[in-house]
């Protein structure tokens, strides 16, 4: 049951919190922010009072139908079982495992590689490296993956939560200066990304 509007615990710039505003903007889910800067005072996600909410101390989080989640594709996941409508996972059970495959690709095996936590301990003076190596390392497995998969989307001709992890994984690759190399993403993804990027707005 639905307990006042959901309220989204997220950074401008973390690719895990874009990944869920999209699916609500996707789902037409009205819902309040409150912007926890992973910068700024050593860091927002480390005091108490966001401690007590996500013991790891980190975004997103989302409170919604009187419980706290966190984790994106958790998130997700939930947003799915209890408002459907658009599904952001097909119907059939191997298109399903697909979206998820890629999916946790991208979130377990690209992005915390080259997330904040992680390049504060490499370095300053190795952080592009190695972003840089990450991200090329897994979008050359991605692109094998999606050239078995992929339609105009990720897998087959419907958005789903493998392209909401992407667009923002993409972002990423252009923001820690790869687009030059990998192309802005996979070459075989579909070409309705633009899409998908406009629904972080």
């Known amino acids: 049951m639905q307990v006042g509007k959901p309220i989204l615990y997220s950074y401008f710039r973390s690719s895990c919190s874009w990944r869920v505003r999209i699916a609500l903007a996707l789902k037409n889910i009205d819902y309040e922010t409150v912007a926890i800067n992973l910068t700024k005072d050593g860091g927002q996600q ?3 009072e966001f401690q007590a909410l996500n ?19 958790a998130i997700i996941e939930y947003l799915e079982e209890t408002r459907p409508t658009p599904r952001l996972l097909p119907w059939d059970p191997k298109k399903r495992a697909q979206v998820r495959m890629v999916s946790d690709l991208i979130a377990s095996g690209i992005q915390p590689l080259q ?14 490296t190695w972003a840089q190596q990450a991200i090329t390392s897994g979008f050359n497995a991605l692109e094998q993956i999606l050239q078995s998969t992929a ?36 070459h075989t993804w579909g070409t309705e990304r633009n899409q998908i990027v406009s629904s972080n707005q």
């Open 55 to 73: 013991p790891m101390k980190q975004v997103p989080a989302l409170k919604i139908d009187g419980i706290t989640i966190g984790q994106s594709l």
């Open 115 to 128: 997330n904040l936590s992680v390049l504060k301990q490499v370095g300053q003076e190795n952080q592009l």
């Open 46 to 48: 480390f005091s108490g």
């Open 151 to 186: 339609g105009r989307y990720c897998v087959g001709d419907e958005v789903s939560m493998a392209d909401l992890c992407l667009a923002p994984q993409v972002a990423n690759a252009d923001r820690v200066k790869k687009s030059h190399e990998i192309n802005s993403g996979p």
